[in-house]
């Protein structure tokens, strides 16, 4: 990621970086903790199958074979 931004922007994108992975980590566990609760406990499993199916699409549509000379 430091690459996609200049030297004087480098350490903002880390910290920011950090800062969203830090409240992912902290609300990912409640999450899954209200669902495992309220809607059963399939749920929280069926949700991370759905998202990391939609990561595999969107990941898949990224990657493009590289054009014939």
Do not use: C, D, K
Request: net charge positive; no cysteine; hydrophobic share 55%.
């Amino acid at each position: 990621m430091s690459n996609a931004v200049g030297a004087g922007e480098q350490g903002w994108l880390a910290g920011g970086v950090s800062s969203i992975g830090s409240a992912i980590q902290l609300t990912a566990p409640l999450l899954a903790g209200w669902l495992y609760m309220g809607a059963g406990h399939a749920t929280p499993y069926t949700l991370g199958f759905l998202m990391i199916a939609a990561a595999a699409v969107l990941l898949g549509r990224g990657i493009r074979a590289p054009a014939a000379a």
